[in-house]
């Protein structure tokens, strides 16, 4: 028994010590777009709010369908201190009502209105979760691009370190003047502010994406494989309906169904079913003494009950708020139309400019790298020009750290404009109505 308590002993550091060690390397692990877009849906609050409107839409549309259904209710009350006196009613024990409509015109236009106000909530859920989607990947393709800019970065700073220190050496030798040796320190300078900048966005959109997610902040590593082509898209391309203009659109037309309704209750009649039982009782009162013969204790009754409005003031006001309420619904899915078709001919604009920037960035990077290729060369085979009197002179160890500082900086000027150039595009694609093809390729991958 001792020798297995100390076997254990020393295998409990052991597995301690194990489990530490594979602590970071579930801190953070690789995530992909698709699950990320999947759980910034699921964990949404605009999404989770736009489903409770859903259901509540639901309940309105079953509340308004079951005023034909009879409704049972049940009453019962027995007399705390004996009656005096003939109160006008006759006592009874408990008493059952059924009621139900049986015919009103109104009624029809609150169903068609929650009918409406359903498939707008529907709407608006989807237009939400389209959202979610387009700000979970807007943000995992910004800390991807990012990322990527922060290894270049890290790259000219081991760069920028190297010429500092060959400055030094010349400045030193008095090869260069010191104001050399000073503009090597700025530029190294400046490669480490833009390293702390984007470490700083970094881990703003890691805590953005963690919020969206419900994921640890330091555990989101962006795959870049999991990325779909984003389509080459243009404002030309025909638009579909958007889920959010149409949820406007339906809740204009059930807000118009509402005011219809409303304003019909002022002279539409409603028949409406009753049918009554009341078991009465001569506890406690002396009902009797005021009658010719004896309360019987069974009592019931039914009939159809007809309500012809002839004043109703406060319906006719109604009537007007409804009304009201639909001319701004009406205005409002108009004006949400028209700010999406500005949108759009926004982004197209936006998205040629940038087009034209990514195309720029792009062979500003090649020129940088073919430069960098031939300082390498130079440096390895010389010039080629001789050193006779005229020739130019050698380059320097300094010229390649140059070169490469500048071409990792042309990289990260044309990874940011890609950037730059995706994000329109899928907004673009959202305003488009063009999103469910997006999800639709990214779910597929």
Same mark, same amino acid.
């Given at each position: 028994?001792?020798?297995?308590?100390?076997? !254990?002993?020393?295998?409990?550091?052991?597995?301690?010590?194990?489990?530490?060690?594979? @602590?970071?390397?579930?801190?953070?692990?690789?995530?992909?777009?698709?699950?990320?877009?999947?759980?910034?849906?699921?964990? /949404?609050?605009?999404?989770?709010?736009?489903?409770?409107?859903?259901?509540?839409?639901? *309940?309105?549309?079953?509340? +308004?369908?079951?005023?034909?259904?009879?409704?049972?209710?049940? /009453?019962?009350?027995?007399?705390?201190?004996?009656?005096?006196?003939?109160?006008? @009613?006759?006592?009874?024990?408990?008493?059952? @009502?059924?009621?139900?409509?049986?015919?009103?015109?109104?009624?029809?236009?609150?169903?068609?209105?929650?009918?409406?106000?359903?498939?707008?909530?529907?709407?608006?859920?989807?237009?939400?979760?389209?959202?979610?989607?387009?700000?979970?990947?807007?943000?995992?393709?910004?800390?991807?691009?990012?990322?990527?800019?922060?290894?270049?970065?890290?790259?000219?700073?081991?760069?920028?370190?190297? =010429?500092?220190?060959?400055?030094?050496?010349?400045?030193?030798?008095?090869? #260069?003047?010191?104001?050399?040796?000073?503009?090597?320190? &700025?530029?190294?300078?400046?490669?480490?502010?833009?390293?702390?900048?984007?470490?700083?966005?970094?881990?703003?959109?890691? @805590?953005? =994406?963690?919020?969206?997610?419900?994921?640890?902040? #330091?555990?989101?590593?962006?795959?870049?494989?999991?990325?779909?082509?984003?389509?080459?898209?243009? %404002?030309?391309?025909?638009?579909?309906? !958007?889920?959010?203009?149409?949820?406007?659109?339906?809740?204009?037309?059930?807000?118009?169904?509402?005011?219809?309704?409303?304003?019909?209750?002022?002279?539409?009649?409603?028949?409406?079913?009753?049918?009554?039982?009341?078991?009465?009782?001569?506890?406690?009162?002396?009902?009797?003494?005021?009658?010719?013969?004896? &309360?019987?204790?069974?009592?019931?009754? +039914?009939?159809?009950?007809?309500?012809?409005?002839?004043?109703?003031?406060?319906?006719?006001?109604?009537?007007?708020? /409804?009304? *009201?309420?639909?001319?701004?619904?009406?205005?409002?899915?108009?004006?949400?139309?028209?700010?999406?078709?500005?949108?759009?001919?926004?982004?197209? %604009?936006?998205?040629?400019?940038?087009?034209?920037?990514?195309?720029?960035?792009?062979?500003?990077?090649?020129?940088?790298?073919?430069?960098?290729?031939?300082?390498?060369?130079?440096?390895?085979?010389?010039?080629?020009?001789?050193?006779?009197? %005229?020739?130019?002179?050698?380059? /320097?160890?300094?010229?390649?750290?140059?070169? !490469?500082?500048?071409?990792?900086?042309?990289?990260?000027?044309?990874?940011?404009?890609?950037?730059?150039? #995706?994000?329109?595009? =899928?907004?673009?694609?959202?305003? &488009?109505?063009?999103? #469910?093809?997006?999800?639709?390729?990214?779910?597929?991958?």
């Amino acid at each position: 028994m001792t020798d297995r308590n100390t076997a !254990r002993s020393r295998w409990f550091p052991i597995l301690i010590g194990m489990a530490l060690a594979a @602590t970071p390397a579930l801190v953070c692990a690789q995530v992909s777009l698709t699950t990320v877009v999947d759980l910034a849906q699921r964990n /949404s609050s605009e999404v989770k709010l736009a489903s409770a409107d859903v259901l509540k839409a639901e *309940a309105a549309l079953s509340e +308004s369908k079951d005023v034909v259904i009879p409704s049972v209710l049940l /009453s019962t009350g027995l007399p705390t201190f004996p009656e005096v006196g003939f109160t006008g @009613t006759p006592p009874s024990i408990w008493t059952a @009502t059924v009621q139900s409509l049986v015919f009103g015109i109104p009624q029809k236009r609150y169903i068609d209105a929650a009918r409406f106000g359903l498939q707008a909530a529907t709407a608006n859920l989807h237009d939400a979760r389209e959202q979610v989607a387009l700000d979970a990947s807007t943000a995992y393709l910004e800390l991807d691009t990012v990322n990527r800019e922060l290894d270049a970065a890290h790259q000219q700073e081991g760069y920028a370190s190297r =010429l500092v220190a060959i400055e030094q050496e010349r400045a030193e030798a008095g090869v #260069d003047p010191l104001s050399e040796l000073l503009q090597a320190r &700025l530029k190294a300078a400046e490669i480490k502010l833009k390293r702390l900048q984007l470490e700083s966005r970094a881990s703003t959109l890691a @805590t953005q =994406l963690a919020s969206l997610t419900g994921l640890p902040a #330091d555990s989101i590593l962006p795959v870049h494989s999991s990325i779909p082509e984003i389509p080459q898209v243009s %404002g030309t391309e025909p638009t579909r309906p !958007r889920a959010g203009i149409g949820a406007a659109q339906l809740m204009a037309r059930s807000k118009q169904q509402q005011a219809k309704g409303d304003k019909e209750f002022n002279y539409m009649p409603q028949l409406s079913f009753i049918a009554q039982y009341n078991r009465n009782t001569t506890l406690l009162n002396s009902v009797n003494s005021y009658f010719s013969r004896p &309360l019987p204790a069974n009592n019931f009754s +039914s009939g159809i009950a007809i309500q012809v409005p002839l004043l109703d003031m406060w319906h006719r006001a109604k009537a007007r708020e /409804s009304e *009201a309420d639909a001319l701004r619904a009406k205005v409002e899915a108009e004006q949400a139309e028209r700010q999406n078709d500005v949108q759009i001919a926004a982004l197209s %604009g936006s998205l040629r400019e940038l087009d034209a920037l990514a195309e720029v960035a792009s062979l500003k990077q090649q020129i940088a790298g073919e430069q960098l290729k031939t300082v390498l060369t130079q440096l390895e085979l010389g010039n080629g020009a001789g050193a006779g009197p %005229g020739a130019p002179p050698q380059l /320097s160890p300094k010229a390649e750290q140059l070169a !490469r500082i500048d071409e990792r900086q042309k990289l990260e000027e044309a990874l940011s404009t890609g950037f730059d150039l #995706d994000k329109a595009r =899928l907004n673009l694609l959202r305003a &488009l109505g063009h999103m #469910d093809d997006w999800l639709h390729e990214l779910h597929n991958r």
